[in-house]
C-alpha cells in the first residue's frame, strides 16, 4: 500500500510541484480546498500538507494537535521563515523548491517518519529535537550542498571578509539548455552527469571553497580569501575541465556552460548585492531566466 498525503489548503502554484513530485514517488495524493482536517474515519494521511499562506492562528491550531503537527509539512514561503519557531512543524519545504528538491523532502519525511516508529519501540535514540534539524542540507542527486546552505554559508562569508576586510568572490556556474540536455540522455542518465560535473567542481576548488547546487542547472561557489583575479583562475580551470564532457556523454552538440563571477563590493557588502553582480556577469545570450538571491 503506497503512502498517503493529504493537502490542505494549497493554492495551484504551490500544488502543481506537490502532484508532479507525489506521482514520480508513487504516494497518494488527497485534497481538500478548505483549511481544515476532515475526520480521521473519511481520511488519516501519513502526511499533511500545508502553507504559510494559512491564516497563522489557524497553523498554530494544527501544531498545538500532536497527532497533525507529528505529519505536519509546511510550505515556507520567502518571507515566512519566522512562523517555524512557532509553529515547528514536522518538516518544511520552501516554496521555490525545484521538482527534485520536493521529492528529496518528501523521501526525507517518511524516513523520518519511519525512525520515529523505531525510537517509539526504543531500537534508537532521540535525536536532537532542534527544528533546524528538519532541514536537508544536500542535493540528493549529486551529494553536494544545497540552496539553503549555500545562503546560509554565503552570509556568513559575507559577514566575516566584512569583519576582517577580506576578498571575497561567488562564482555561479550554469548548464545551457538543461531540460534540451535532459530530454536526450533521460532522467538516470542525467543524474549520472550532473555527478560528474560536480566532481569535476568539488576537484577543481580549495578545502576552503565551497560548492553547492543551487537550482537544477545551477552551481555556485564561494570562494573566501579570494579577489576577482585568482577567482578568474578558478574560473578558468572549471571551464577547460568541463570542455570534453560533450565527447564523454555522446550529447553531439558541445555541452556549455555559462559563468557569473562577482567579488565583494565594500560599496554594496549585502549578499542580495553580491548574488546580483554574479547573475549581471552571466552570460545573458544563454541565460533563460533571472536568478534573484530569493529563488537561489
Known amino acids: 500500500m503506497s503512502s498517503s498525503i493529504l493537502f490542505i489548503g494549497l493554492q495551484e ?24 482536517m476532515p475526520p480521521r474515519d473519511q481520511v488519516d494521511p501519513d502526511l499533511v500538507i500545508l502553507s504559510t499562506r494559512t491564516p497563522q492562528e489557524t497553523l498554530s491550531d494544527f501544531a498545538s494537535q500532536d497527532q497533525l503537527r507529528s505529519r505536519m509539512l509546511l510550505i515556507v514561503h520567502e518571507p515566512d521563515w519566522e512562523i517555524l519557531q512557532d ?4 518538516g518544511v519545504i520552501a516554496a521555490r523548491s525545484s521538482l527534485d528538491e520536493i521529492r528529496y523532502r518528501l523521501r526525507d519525511a517518511f524516513q523520518r517518519k519511519g525512525e520515529q516508529l523505531i525510537r517509539r519501540l526504543g531500537l534508537l535514540q532521540q535525536r536532537d529535537g532542534s527544528v533546524w534539524d528538519m532541514l536537508p542540507s544536500t542535493d540528493w542527486v549529486t551529494g553536494l550542498n544545497n540552496r539553503m546552505r549555500f545562503l546560509q554559508e554565503l552570509e556568513k562569508n559575507i559577514s566575516r571578509s566584512k569583519r576582517y576586510n577580506r576578498p571575497l568572490c561567488c562564482l555561479l556556474a550554469r548548464i545551457n539548455d538543461y531540460e534540451d540536455v535532459r530530454q536526450r540522455l533521460g532522467d538516470e542518465l542525467m543524474d549520472d552527469l550532473l555527478e560528474e560535473i560536480a566532481g569535476i567542481l568539488e576537484v577543481s576548488i580549495r578545502e576552503a571553497d565551497f560548492l553547492a547546487r543551487i537550482r537544477d542547472d545551477l552551481f555556485g561557489l564561494i570562494l573566501p580569501e579570494t579577489d576577482k583575479e585568482n577567482a578568474h583562475v578558478v574560473r578558468e580551470r572549471v571551464q577547460k575541465r568541463f570542455e570534453h564532457l560533450h565527447i564523454q556523454w555522446e550529447l553531439g552538440d558541445p555541452l556549455s556552460f555559462s559563468y557569473g563571477l562577482a567579488a565583494l563590493d565594500p560599496e554594496d557588502s549585502s549578499m542580495e548585492g553580491l548574488l546580483a553582480n554574479a547573475q549581471s556577469a552571466l552570460d545573458t545570450t544563454s541565460i533563460a531566466e533571472p536568478v534573484p538571491h530569493d529563488s537561489l
Open 13 to 36: 502554484d504551490e500544488s502543481t510541484l506537490l502532484r508532479e513530485a507525489c506521482s514520480l514517488e508513487d504516494y497518494t495524493v488527497e485534497e481538500v480546498s478548505n483549511v481544515v
Open 87 to 90: 509553529v515547528a512543524p514536522f
